[in-house]
C-alpha cells in the first residue's frame, strides 16, 4: 500500500515495517462499534445525504456499517447494512432499498448512498445498482450515530475505513473521482469524515470541520490494522518519524525504503516501486549518573558507561547551559576522566556524550 515506511540494518534481508498512513479498523462481530456522541452535523429530518464508506466483510448476514435514527419506526432510520447472504441494505425502517450483490466478503469494497429528498440511490464500487423515490424522511436526531453496528446491534464482522458523511446528495461522477483517494476535509457539504488513520488509542478524529470525535467501544489497539490496499492516499510529502523504542536497535545504522503505489484514476493498480536511501543511524544513549568531586586544581568525574560507545566527549565551560559549541575533550575511552589544572574556588559546568562510529 502507499506510503509504508521499512527499515533495515542488513539490505533488507530482514525489514520491520515501521509505519503506514493507511489505517483501518477490525470490527469482531461480536460487540466492536464506534460511538459519536457529538452528532450536531449529521443528517436528520428529510434532509439531503450521502454516506460513502469502504468495507472489507470477513462473512456476510445482518452487518451493520453505519446508521442513526429512530430504530423501530417508519422512516426515522438512515442505515447502511449487508443484508442475508448477498446484498446489501439502505433501510430507513419499512421502506428498504436493496441490491443483491452475490457473496461479496472477502475483498474491500466500496458503497455509497444517497438522498437528495425525491431520490434514494445505491452505488457499489462506483457503479449504479439501484435506487427508488420512497415517501418523506423525518429521522429525528442522530443521538445514537455508530459505525460497525447498526439498529444498536448487528455487528459489522471485517474492516471499516473512509466513513465520509455529507450533506449533499453527490452525483455518480462526484463519488467515482474522489472514492479512492483521501479528502482535505474542508471539502463543501462534507460533515464528517473518519479516515481510521489514528492507529491506536480509543479515539477516532474527524478530518471534517466539524470535530464530530467518535469513541471505539470494546476494542483495543489490536483492532487499528492496516488499511485497503485499494485506497490511494498521495499527497506530495510525508514525514515519518522514528523512534529508537519502535523496533529498532540504540546504535545501529538503517536503509529506509518507502513503498507506493501508483494508481489510475480509478483506481486501478498500474505499478508499484520504491526507494531506498543512504541511510540513518540511532543515536546512543547519553551517559547517565555524571558526577564530580574537586581536588587541589583538579576534577574528576565519573559517569555509567553506555552500551555500544567505542568513547565519550566531555563538554565543558565555566559558564552554565553546556551544550556541544562548548570546549571539548575528546576520545575518552573509560568512564571517567580527570581534569587537571582548574583554578581552585572556581565554578565549573560538565556535559559528556557517548560515541561511536556513526558518531
Not at 483517494?181 to 478524529?205: F, R
Not at 553506555?306 to 575511552?333: E, H, K, M, Q, R
Request: negative net charge; charged residues 15%.
Amino acid at each position: 500500500c502507499y506510503g509504508t515506511l521499512m527499515v533495515s540494518s542488513d539490505n533488507f534481508s530482514n525489514c520491520v515495517q515501521m509505519a503506514s498512513p493507511n489505517k483501518a479498523l477490525d470490527f469482531d462481530g461480536t460487540n466492536d462499534y464506534v460511538a459519536v456522541s457529538n452528532h450536531s452535523s449529521i443528517p436528520v429530518g428529510n434532509e439531503s445525504y450521502t454516506i460513502e464508506a469502504w468495507f472489507y466483510a470477513d462473512q456476510m448476514g445482518t452487518r451493520g456499517i453505519v446508521g442513526w435514527g429512530n430504530y423501530g419506526s417508519f422512516n426515522q432510520v438512515t442505515a447502511l447494512r449487508l443484508h442475508g447472504s448477498n446484498g446489501i441494505r439502505h433501510y430507513w425502517w419499512a421502506a428498504d432499498l436493496d441490491v443483491t450483490t452475490g457473496d461479496i466478503s472477502g475483498a474491500w469494497h466500496h458503497v455509497a448512498v444517497t438522498w437528495d429528498g425525491t431520490n434514494r440511490k445505491l452505488y457499489l464500487d462506483g457503479v449504479y445498482k439501484n435506487g427508488d423515490q420512497p415517501s418523506a424522511h423525518a429521522v429525528p436526531n442522530a443521538s445514537n450515530f455508530r459505525i460497525g453496528s447498526t439498529n444498536n446491534s448487528e455487528y459489522f464482522d471485517g474492516k471499516i475505513d473512509e466513513i465520509r458523511i455529507w450533506s449533499e446528495a453527490r452525483t455518480q461522477q462526484e463519488i467515482q473521482a474522489t472514492m479512492n483517494n483521501t479528502l482535505t476535509g474542508s471539502e463543501s457539504g462534507l460533515v464528517a469524515y473518519y479516515k481510521m488513520n489514528d492507529g491506536s488509542g480509543t479515539s477516532l478524529a474527524d478530518s471534517s470541520s466539524n470535530s464530530n470525535t467518535a469513541t471505539l467501544n470494546n476494542m483495543t489497539d489490536s483492532d487499528w490494522i492496516q488499511g485497503n490496499a485499494s485506497f490511494s492516499d498521495s499527497p506530495s510529502s510525508m514525514t515519518f518519524t522514528l523512534d529508537p523504542s519502535d523496533n529498532l536497535t540504540v546504535g545501529t545504522t538503517y536503509l529506509t525504503r518507502v513503498t507506493t503505489g501508483v494508481k489510475d484514476a480509478a483506481g486501478n493498480e498500474m505499478s508499484s516501486q520504491y526507494e531506498t536511501s543512504s541511510g540513518f543511524s540511532t543515536l546512543l544513549p547519553a551517559p547517565d549518573n555524571l558526577s564530580a568531586s574537586g581536588a587541589n586544581n583538579t576534577i574528576t568525574l565519573t559517569w555509567n558507561s553506555v552500551s555500544g560507545a567505542t568513547s565519550y566527549t566531555l563538554f565543558w565551560d565555566n559558564v552554565s547551559g553546556i551544550d556541544s559549541s562548548d570546549t571539548a575533550i575528546t576520545s575518552i575511552t573509560n568512564d571517567n576522566y580527570t581534569h587537571s589544572n582548574m583554578d581552585n574556588g572556581s565554578t565549573y559546568y560538565y556535559k559528556v556524550a557517548a560515541v561511536n562510529s556513526s558518531g
